[in-house]
Each structure stands twice: as C-alpha cells, then as structure tokens.
C-alpha cells in the first residue's frame, strides 16, 4: 500500500516560483505548543545524531526519492496531526502555500547543513520567515493540503546551496533510517 505521490518535479518547480512573503499571520493552531526543542541548537554537524525524525510518532516509508516521475524525497505516512519537528536546525526560508505542495515549509541550513523541506502540513505554520529553529522544534503537524491521496509528509533535503538555489534533492533515506534508529 504504496501511495502514489503527489509531488512532481514540475510542481514543485512552481512551488520555488510562488514562493513569496506572505501569511506570517496565519497558524494560530500552533502557537503555543512550538519550541519543543531536543537540544540540537548550536550544531553545525550533519551526523545524525544532531538531528531529529521529522514526525512524532507511528509512521511508515512511501515513495522515496526518484519514484514514479520525479519523486524530490521521501514521503513518511502518519496520523494527520502528528507533529512535524525540524530535522536539521537552520532558519525558516519559506512558509508558503502552493497548490501540489500544499501547505509546506523549508528551512535553510545556512550553508552549513542541507536545506530540509516539509510538504502538505496541515495548516500553516506558524513560523516567521528567518526564524531560527533547532532540530526537534515543531513545524507543523501531518496533514494531506496540495496534492495528496493519504495523510503524510512530504520530506526533502537539498544540499548546499540549497533548496531552488543552486542545490539539488538528496536521498533522504539512509539518514531518516539512521535518526528513526534514535528512537
Ligand atoms: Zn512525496
């Protein structure tokens, strides 16, 4: 029970180009409960020790990178409403909308960490752009907006210089295995 993805390359292609500065407003559903923090502020190391597993809680492996046309990462099914933490820290580079990705949100690592992507939230979140997150910090929560058939994450890692800006997708497997091993 595999589902079909959702995320093509050209879409979200469209996403980077829609990409603006908008709705630092919306995301009430979260406040309050962000900041949940796992101690990986401060780092600079990839090693997965450093970082988190995007989601909170029971999941499973879908597409990965590659699958079907284009697949750009590796979807995680879960519960809608799981939380969604930050994998790598780094500062929120987009918090936007975009009608495959649905709901979504990048954070840039800054030159020193890949660029972590995370699609179909929910609801916005509701992080400012440029915001510093550490890893373990909640992003939002699992959720199936933009173009998705089951509740899931949509999970990206772009390396340096990162996400639509001169990088391009990684596997994101090996080190989702590794930091799912954490726990
Ligand atoms: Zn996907």
Redesign the pocket.
Known sequence: MTPR???RPRSARIAALAVSAIALSAGSALAGSGGVGSGGSGSTSTSSSDGAFPVRGKHTY??GLGAGRG?Q?Q?LLAKCGKPVVAAYPGRIQLNSYQGAAGNYVVVDGKGKLEDTVY?HLRERSPLRKRQRVAAGDVLGRVGDTGRATACHL?FEVWSNPGYYEGGSPMNPEPMLRALDRKH
């Open positions: 993805d959702l995320i879908g597409d697949h990462g979807d699609m949509h």
